[in-house]
């Protein structure tokens, strides 16, 4: 079974910096999508960055460009989000997320990838 195991969450000051590791288990085919969606209260949950190891091609969304960064360790199947100056606009519930699928590498880093499996989340709060 497919299984994303997000750590790495807490508390900070705006300026800071965290970094998100994502665990997964269960894929079996050697290009996946996979990402960070975020969602804060009273919000919908948007896509913060994907990242198609296929190709290592990537998606950000602007408001991270130039802040965030995301990476993978394929030996170790962990997905990676580094978050430098944080901002309070920054504190939301982080999801990893993948897909995996012949065809995900068409559509993964278009800004409209959806996700078809989730991690449970970790909660970034930044402070002003």
């Known amino acids: 079974a497919v299984q994303l195991v997000e750590s790495g969450g807490a508390s900070v000051q705006a300026g800071g910096s965290l970094r998100l590791s994502c665990t997964a288990s269960g894929y079996t085919y050697s290009g996946n999508c996979m990402g960070w969606f975020r969602q804060a209260p009273g919000k919908e949950r948007e896509l913060v960055a994907a990242?198609?190891?296929?190709?290592?091609?990537?998606y950000y969304d602007d408001s991270v460009k130039g802040r965030f960064t995301i990476s993978t360790d394929n030996a170790k199947s962990t997905l990676y989000l580094q978050m430098n100056s944080l901002k309070p606009e920054d504190t939301a519930m982080y999801y990893c997320?993948?897909?995996?699928?012949?065809?995900?590498?068409?559509?993964?880093?278009?800004?409209?990838?959806?996700?078809?499996?989730w991690g449970q989340g970790t909660q970034v709060t930044v402070s002003s």
């Open positions: 997320a993948a897909e995996e699928g012949p065809i995900v590498g068409r559509y993964c880093t278009s800004g409209n990838w959806r996700a078809s499996d």
């Open positions: 990242v198609y190891t296929g190709a290592a091609t990537t």
